[in-house]
């Protein structure tokens, strides 16, 4: 059964930092393709961060600069380290894990919740 359980969500001020984690279960961790997708209320999910198994990393536009997202296969990990939040940035953040070759096999934790307010 494959599990990603997202962590390390919460309230922070304007300016502030949180480091988000997830930890997967169930797949052959580092043949796959991680990302983080947040979903703001009203608003379609988007692409924060991914990281393919090589290393290779892409970012959506509003987070260059700000974010960066890692991994560690040896314990089938992910992190996004978020910089200098900004009120946009509140919204649903959901880890994916994706088969580059096998693309039906596409999972999806439950999210955290990120809140950047003062």
């Known amino acids: 059964q494959v599990q990603l359980v997202e962590s390390g969500g919460g309230l922070v001020q304007p300016g502030g930092s949180l480091r988000l984690s997830c930890a997967a279960s169930g797949i052959r961790f580092r043949l796959y393709v991680m990302g983080w997708y947040c979903q703001a209320p009203g608003k379609q999910r988007e692409l924060v961060a991914t990281i393919s198994n090589d290393g290779r990393t892409d970012y959506g536009d509003s987070v260059k600069g700000r974010f960066t997202i890692s991994r560690d296969n040896a314990n089938n990990m992910m992190y996004l380290q978020m910089n200098n939040l900004k009120p946009d940035d509140t919204a649903v953040y959901y880890c994916?894990?994706?088969?580059?070759?096998?693309?039906?096999?596409?999972?999806w934790g439950q999210g955290t919740q990120v809140t950047v307010s003062s």
């Open positions: 994916n894990a994706k088969n580059p070759i096998f693309t039906k096999q596409n999972y």
